[in-house]
């Protein structure tokens, strides 16, 4: 027997090209003949297009132009509602708004052809943010801006109020937020009627751009084929706007007859490709003098932009994460996504619930104070339980002890003598510092019957050798998909580590395994892929191979196989955990096959000359089910805590009638090296039966608490209430003057 | 405007060619001398991902016209990576979880082995200003740190954590 | 890359000489590029409007920091790592030295000037607070001569200045009359590197001759030596009201106007109270 592979920090699958230089990424290649291509955007945020001018001192001829009219197929980008055109036609609904591509042998000549394009736009009158859409003076989308609605009921939230001993209400927004992947959004495409459209490029979901490309083009399934390159970052970046790139890039390459490269520049790709959705949150609830949450009203709205993209889905998580991990007999959650005249937001790790859950644990300390309690305590008093109940009537039947988790981060943190000595020294002191915390879990893999929706598929193949290779359309983008899935296959087949290797995803060679999203890569394509392996070892059992062989034996036995019968793969398809049941009218049953759940708490400094904040010392305690990769792993919660202090203190969008005025690294400012506090990572791990080697998802969660947590250590520290994000130095100031007015 | 020549040595080897006077490095090093490990993060020296040696000292390439490269020596990602002596470097970054999606890692590397070679054994807040010039989405940095903290004092192999 | 590269047009003259000679015969049609770390950003958003650029990063006469009796005098050429690794200068300029280890990374401090911080103008650039309140001064060189003006009298309006088409920015002199003085420096810019500054103080003071210099970045369409303040401090007048009525902060997309003047006027207070 080979040592175990799992809960081992192996090293990274692509990590040595990465570390050479090696390792190829879309803008490294190049193809013979290839061309360049750019887009040409809306200047306005809504109108008419009056006239498209085309400056005479450009020698236009030697360009390939592609307006809305060239288009072979449907004029739209295939994903939901399919209302966002991949070239706007006659009106623009918001700035950037792509309107004609140009491509050109010469890069530099390029940028000149773009600059002298001139689109002229009759304005119509636009809506900048969620409360003059909700208000419904302008409508941008539909009937009344509303893209979707939802709604969650559990127990009876109206009679709930005249029992409660306390009501508290609270309103929290946040801002939008941009991914902000270090490899800018790129894609290379080869196109003909005869061949077909085949792309290269940055991407997390392969099947997403091939199904919006045979829409575009009228093509069926295999003249259309979409190959991931070694992806830079995407964070839900590269979920759904990929699209949009690699269909203009094939509109250009099927015109000139030229394979045709697309690279954003940075203040292209920050103005026009999506961010986090705005949102605003409401919160009404209702306590016993003892600390017992009786009832929980929650409206929450998040801002989609001008097309629908994927916010309904962004809206349901968000929507499902809103009550938290509390035990709550009365809760209703009302939500909208509505239109605004901004580019449209998209997925963002975390896909609505960092949003809502900001809003849920900074009301908590709010309802916390109100009640003269501890946060801790009065999380403690309601934190659900085995058996229990979340807001969409999911009956908890993990084992979890939200409570363990709470003692393990007080204990790490040091949380109560710190805030004790805190609160003595606070006073005197240039230098404030406090502690927060925040509780919370989120929902592995897609929401309700998505899973099965997505009926995903992986296969496992072996060569006469014994070496496995892994085909999966789950791509590799920096979190480690490589690695783990390789982890599992050898694990599972008990062969060495480097006998795996994972085909570069390739919609040609691989099946859909679904999107790269949605924290489901290890815990359902994991899964997957465990059991393609267990398939393959089972056709071999049947074939000679001995239940305890060696590497080699196994090796032996694939060569007979291969050699008597041929080609040696297995597949697995999807199937959902026993017991699992969703009711999508309703909104109810269970919202996910499992939760990761955590307990962050943050200490974090505030300078009272200059009103910063800074985070000093940080502890992410949460369960994950059993850990594959322990670096792998804490890179992750250490990645997403450092987004998550970004989100929640440096990171602002600046908004100029719906466009991204501060569209440079420059100007929207991430943490650097100086930044980071250090993190302590925790993990206490209940193995999930349904989960690969017990793994569940871990990708978004930590996107999740460190913000509230941030803001509940500055109110700590300070005495001072945000409720929005990001909580910068100028609103931090402007909230002390209004409390000294 | 016409192209002039430029002469400079890369990696130890002499090339000539013709540029534009103010082509960025960048693009002379991934478009001419074809050396695609350098990468473009953001084009306004703000990222680090593009990284390089010139004549020694860290610069960001994407902020040096090429006039200003003629007669330079020139160190990119693919230098180092032949090099033996900076094994230590990569096998750190390898077993800390120094490198994720990989796009920044060129030039933390560049950065890295910058600092190294002026002070083998820094503290943490010495790695953190030497690195705060190269942007990281994907670690949190941690892991980064204490790839390099590693490779300096040149620790023994073994689990990276713990 | 935004612009039209072919369209631009370095030259690289060998000497001091050359440069001013170039500079004379054409005066306007060249202008200066030192280590590129301002105009390369701009080149890059397309946003360079002049095309013709002088490269006077080689030029050694424009390099080196000589310390004498009463000055010590740093060519403009001085990169943030020059003045960084110069420990003479840190100890008796340690406002130089923090403004340097605070101007972006390590790549940007390599190739970024004292000089080119000084000439690009830029309101939020972080050495010339400190140089101002040293009381630098600058010498501008050009075929016709040179001359030295004080710093403070150098920066004439926003992104406008003392310097002739045909002059180039040579020497930069601080006295070395504030070694017992207390030195106060502080860059607010949110994150704690790589930033532009929202507001920048620099400030020097003598308690036991009650002497004192301030100098703001970021507040007013140029760095400003605060003149009124320090005088309102010498005459024991309210310094803060004093500094309000000095600075014009602006809001954009980094800051607000009210968050630069009431950080400014606490930084001035623990100035005062250092």
Known sequence: ?741 | MPKVPIALSVNGERRAFAAWPMARLLDVIRQELGLTGTKEGCGEGECGACSVLLDGRLVNSCLVPARQADGAEITTIEGIARRREWDGVRKAFLDCGGAQCGICTPGMILATVSLLGQNPNPSEADVRRALAGNLCRCTGYLRIFEAVARAGRRNPPGECLQ | MRAYIPGYELDAPRTLGEALGRLAAEPGRWRPFAGGTDLMVLLEAGKLDHRRFLSIWRLNELQGIEFAAEWVTLGCLTTYTDVLRHDRLRREFPMLAAAAAETGGVATQNRGTLGGNIANASPAADTPPALLAYDAEVELVSARGARWLPYREFHTGYKTMQLQPDELLARIRLPRSTTRFKHYYRKVGTRKAQAISKVCFAGVKNDATGEVRIALGSVAPVPLRCSKTEAAIREGRDAVAALASEIAPIGDTRSTAAYRLRVGQNLLQEFLHA
């Open chain 1, 1 to 741: 027997m080979v040592q175990s592979l799992i809960g081992v920090s192996v090293p990274r699958k692509e990590g040595r090209d990465k570390l050479t230089g090696k390792a190829l990424y879309v803008d490294d290649l190049r193809f013979e003949g290839m061309i360049y291509g750019a887009t040409v955007r809306s200047p306005a945020p809504r109108g008419r297009i009056k006239a498209i001018r085309f400056d005479p001192q450009i020698s236009w001829a030697e360009f390939t132009i592609v307006r809305a009219s060239d288009i072979p197929g449907a004029n739209h980008i295939a994903l939901i509602t399919n209302d966002q055109p991949c070239l706007a036609d006659s009106v623009v609904n918001h700035p950037e708004e792509p309107v004609l591509l140009l491509a050109h042998p010469d890069r530099y000549l390029l940028e000149e052809a773009r600059r002298a394009v001139t689109v002229e736009i009759d304005p119509l009158p636009a809506v900048f943010s969620i409360e003059e859409s909700l208000r419904g003076d302008t409508i941008v989308w539909g009937d009344d801006n509303v893209f979707q609605k939802l709604g969650v009921e559990k127990g009876n939230v109206d009679s709930a109020w005249s029992d409660a001993d306390l009501i508290v209400e609270g309103e929290y927004t946040t801002g939008a937020q941009e991914q902000l992947y270090i490899e800018p959004q790129g894609m290379i495409a080869t196109g003909s009627a005869e061949w077909g459209v085949t792309v290269w490029g940055s991407m997390q979901c392969p099947y997403y751009v091939h199904k919006a490309l045979k829409t575009l083009f009228g093509l069926p399934d295999e003249k259309v084929r979409i190959i991931q390159t070694e992806t830079g970052g995407g964070f839900g970046g590269k979920e759904e706007y990929p699209s949009m790139i690699a269909a203009h890039a094939a509109l250009l390459a099927w015109k000139s007859g030229q394979p045709v490269k697309i690279i954003y520049d940075r203040a292209e790709d920050m103005a026009a490709t999506t961010k986090r959705h705005p949102s605003r949150t409401r919160h009404r609830t209702a306590v016993s003098r003892d600390g017992k949450l009786l009832a929980m009203e929650i409206d929450f709205v998040i801002d989609g932009g001008a097309y629908c993209t994927l916010s309904p889905v962004v809206l349901s998580r968000g929507t499902i994460h809103a009550a938290g991990p509390y035990q709550c007999p009365n809760v209703r959650i009302t939500s909208r996504a509505v239109a605004t005249s901004a580019p449209p937001h998209g997925a963002f790790r975390g896909f609505g619930a960092p949003q809502s859950i900001f809003a849920l644990e900074r009301q908590m300390d709010k309802v916390a104070a109100a009640l003269g309690l501890e946060p801790d305590e009065f999380r403690r008093r309601n934190f659900l339980k085995t058996g229990e109940t979340t807001a969409t009537g999911q009956v908890i039947r993990e084992e979890i002890d939200l409570a363990a988790l709470l003692d393990r981060a007080l204990r790490e943190s040091d949380y109560h003598a710190k805030q004790a000595r805190f609160a003595r020294e606070n006073g005197r002191n240039r230098i404030r510092r406090g502690m927060g915390l925040a509780a919370f879990f989120h929902g592995a893999g897609f929401t309700g019957s998505g899973e099965r929706n997505l009926a995903s598929v992986v296969e496992v193949e072996a060569t006469a050798e014994g070496r496995i290779r892994i085909l999966a359309s789950s791509t590799e983008m920096g979190q480690g998909t490589n690695t783990i899935l390789t982890q599992i296959a050898a694990e599972t087949l008990g062969v060495p580590y480097e006998w795996v290797a994972i085909a570069q995803p390739d919609t040609g060679e691989v099946p859909n395994s679904g999107p790269t999203v949605a924290s489901r890569t290890c815990m359902v394509v994991g899964r997957l892929v465990e059991s393609a392996a267990l398939g393959l070892k089972q056709t071999l059992l049947g074939a000679g191979l001995g239940s305890d062989d060696s590497p080699e034996g196994f090796a032996r036995a694939c060569r007979e196989y291969t050699a008597r019968r041929g080609v040696l793969r297995a597949r697995s398809h999807y199937e959902a955990p026993p017991g699992v049941s969703w009711d999508d009218e309703k909104y109810q049953g269970d919202a996910y096959g499992t939760y990761a759940w955590a307990v962050h708490v943050a200490e974090v400094s505030v300078d009272t000359v200059t009103c910063e904040a800074s985070v000093e010392d940080f502890v992410a305690v949460q369960e994950v089910g059993r850990v594959i990769h322990p670096v792998l792993a804490r890179g992750q919660i250490e990645g997403g805590v450092a987004q998550a202090i970004g989100y929640a203190l440096y990171e602002n969008v600046v908004w100029r009638d719906g466009r991204m005025a501060n569209a440079q690294m420059t100007n929207y400012i991430i943490p650097t090296a100086a930044d980071v506090p250090p993190i302590r990572v925790i993990f206490e791990e209940r193995p999930y039966p349904y989960g690969p080697m017990g793994a569940k998802g871990i990708g978004e969660l930590p996107m999740d608490g460190p913000a509230p947590a941030i803001l509940n250590a500055i109110e700590s520290a300070t005495g001072i209430s945000l409720a929005s994000l990001p909580a910068t130095p100028e609103a931090l100031m402007a909230a002390l003057e209004q409390v000294h007015a």
